[in-house]
């Protein structure tokens, strides 16, 4: 299996690079520029103790792996999916990309096609398989290697086989991941980061996160 991560580079891409590299994954960093995606991956490579991992251009990455996640601002998520169209037909993208308020992230501003997540399924087509996954958790829990992290992936999209797919990645990276149905429930899922993200200032945390109950084991 090969994954990429398009914006790879920033907070919440590098965490989730790691951990999946940890568990003998083979992971693409994905950069606007290549030389960056090359030098955080190096770094990365270095932290694990093993070249695991290799850096691309998003659309290089993006035709390089089987799987592929979007860790982008919203305000780069259409543009980004445009530019990667083509190279991702036929696969799974995991959209972990929130539309948060720019003006105040504890607040969401939605696009018309309800979520950032359907805004993606639209943009590219029934040839792709977006799956939601990793709104919900945040980039200093995932970075912190040294320990598992008290909570639940969400995983909706509309292909049944897909979310299994990136349930099987949640996993694979120490996670424990929860079949949340269809992509609507993405509107609700994306916007509990916006909660999460008000939790985290108003009682001075860093990694507030989300735990269903009641579900069979
Ligand atoms: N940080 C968290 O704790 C967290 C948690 C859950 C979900 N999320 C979501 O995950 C996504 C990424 O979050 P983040 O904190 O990792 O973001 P970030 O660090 O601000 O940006 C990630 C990467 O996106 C690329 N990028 C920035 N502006 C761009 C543009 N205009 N066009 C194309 N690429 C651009 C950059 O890569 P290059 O310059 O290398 O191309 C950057 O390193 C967001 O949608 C966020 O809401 C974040």
Aim: with cysteine; charged share 20%; aromatic share 2%.
């Amino acid at each position: 299996m090969i994954v990429s991560i398009l914006g790879g580079t920033g907070e919440q891409g590098p965490g989730m690079a790691l951990r999946w590299a940890r568990a003998g994954i083979e992971v693409i960093i994905g950069s606007r520029q290549q030389t960056r995606a090359e030098a955080i991956a190096a770094e990365l490579n270095q932290e694990l103790g093993q070249p695991r991992l290799k850096g691309m251009a998003n659309p290089e990455a993006a035709a390089a792996a089987e799987v592929v996640a979007l860790t982008v601002p919203f305000s780069a998520h259409r543009s980004t999916l445009e530019s990667v169209r083509e190279q991702l037909q036929g696969k799974v993208l995991i959209d972990v990309c929130v539309p948060l308020d720019p003006e105040n992230p504890r607040k969401m501003l939605m696009p018309p096609a309800g979520s950032a997540t359907e805004e993606a399924q639209e943009l590219l087509g029934d040839g792709v398989k977006v799956v939601a996954a990793f709104q919900n958790v945040s980039a200093h829990e995932l970075r912190a290697l040294e320990h598992g992290i008290d909570c639940d992936v969400l995983v909706c999209g509309n292909d049944r086989a897909a979310r299994q797919t990136v349930m099987d990645l949640v996993e694979q990276m120490g996670l424990h991941p929860v079949d949340a149905g269809l992509a609507f429930n993405a509107r609700v899922i994306e916007s509990l980061t916006a909660l999460l993200i008000g939790l985290n200032i108003r009682h001075k945390v860093q990694g507030s996160g989300v735990r269903i109950t009641g579900l069979p084991a």
